[in-house]
């Protein structure tokens, strides 16, 4: 099965709370996929939790490689699968931006799923009920769900 992970899941896996569901997928065999979005958030949100200081903070101090050395990040990130936002992705987005009133990445992320025929999605982002359930993505937030 091809699961697409939000960039939630794994900012909450990093502050030690609610690790299990993303323990559980990655010993499963599934096929676990995040795209460049996921990417960016987690990241940036990664040098809040490590350096306890807003990131631009970190940046302006000229200290975003000793604090992103504090953390095994690559580990983390080579658990998923790359996956490109497809071109077609960007021009759906706006209807469901439209249509289920999510913000740009949540859409793009919705819309990848949706043309990489990626029947779930990963996520602690309420604003995805609606629209997963609309466009027939499962939408997982608990070790429940799955």
């Not at 699968?81 to 289920?100: C, R, T, V, W």
């Not at 990963?122 to 499962?138: N, P, R």
Request: proline share 2%.
């Amino acid at each position: 099965m091809k699961i697409f992970i939000d960039s939630s899941v794994l900012i909450v896996f990093e502050s030690g709370r609610r690790q299990e569901l993303l323990e559980l997928l990655s010993t499963s065999n599934n096929d676990l996929y995040i795209n460049s979005i996921v990417l960016s958030e987690y990241i940036y949100r990664l040098l809040v939790i490590l350096a306890e200081k807003s990131p631009m903070s970190v940046a302006e101090s000229g200290k975003i490689g000793e604090t992103l050395n504090k953390h095994e990040t690559k580990l983390l990130l080579s658990r998923f699968e790359y996956i490109n936002i497809p071109k077609l992705a960007m021009l759906q987005s706006i209807d469901f931006m439209k249509n289920y009133n999510l913000l740009p990445n949540d859409a793009l992320i919705l819309a990848t799923c949706k043309i990489e025929n990626i029947s779930v999605l990963d996520s602690y982002d309420s604003d995805f009920t609606k629209a997963c359930l609309k466009e027939g993505i499962k939408l997982i937030a608990k070790v429940e769900d799955f």
